[in-house]
């Protein structure tokens, strides 16, 4: 790394501290999306929401708990692996409105969000059980003990064993 002179010391130091922080998804309905991150994925809230009514959209942070911090002291910038979900005004009752691209379809982009459990077959056994669709489950298809499910808006989560690299 320190090999090409051309890049200032300053501007690796600052690398340093780089985490990422968070990835947007846009959804149509918060209450359908809030539900399933929260009461199904157990996600928290670490802040409400934050309303930009001149552009007349609504973000909302959620992570998971992080046993060195409290969710509600914690500032969303402080924190690793938040998602955000942005609604844009409307689109829950509009009838017109078929849904945001989830980067799975030609053309491909953004392919998946990932989650780690300590038991992954529990987990996905509690996912059916909650009735959530799985786009992969566990041991179908040539990659075995990972799944995939679909939120609300058709984005893609993978979830695998806290040891699957193991």
């Known amino acids: 790394l320190f090999a090409n002179s051309s890049i200032p010391r300053s501007h690796i130091a600052s690398q340093q501290t780089f985490k990422l922080n968070h990835t947007m ?69 509009d009838d017109n409105f078929s849904g945001y691209h989830n980067g799975n379809k030609s053309p491909q982009g953004f392919g998946h969000l990932a989650i780690t459990c300590d038991d992954v077959e529990k987990t996905c056994a509690y996912l059916e059980e909650k009735q959530v669709k799985f786009q992969k489950k566990l041991n179908d298809g040539s990659m075995k003990g990972i799944a995939f499910i679909q939120d609300p808006d058709g984005y893609w989560i993978e979830i695998l064993g806290n040891n699957f690299f193991d």
């Open 25 to 93: 998804f846009r959804i149509k309905d918060p209450k359908i999306s809030l539900e399933f991150y929260q009461d199904v994925l157990g996600m928290k809230v670490p802040i409400e929401k934050m309303e930009v009514e001149s552009a007349k959209f609504t973000n909302y942070f959620l992570g998971f708990q992080d046993s060195n911090q409290d969710l509600k002291s914690a500032s969303p910038l402080h924190r690793e692996g938040i998602v955000e979900l942005c609604h844009n005004w409307g689109t829950e009752s």
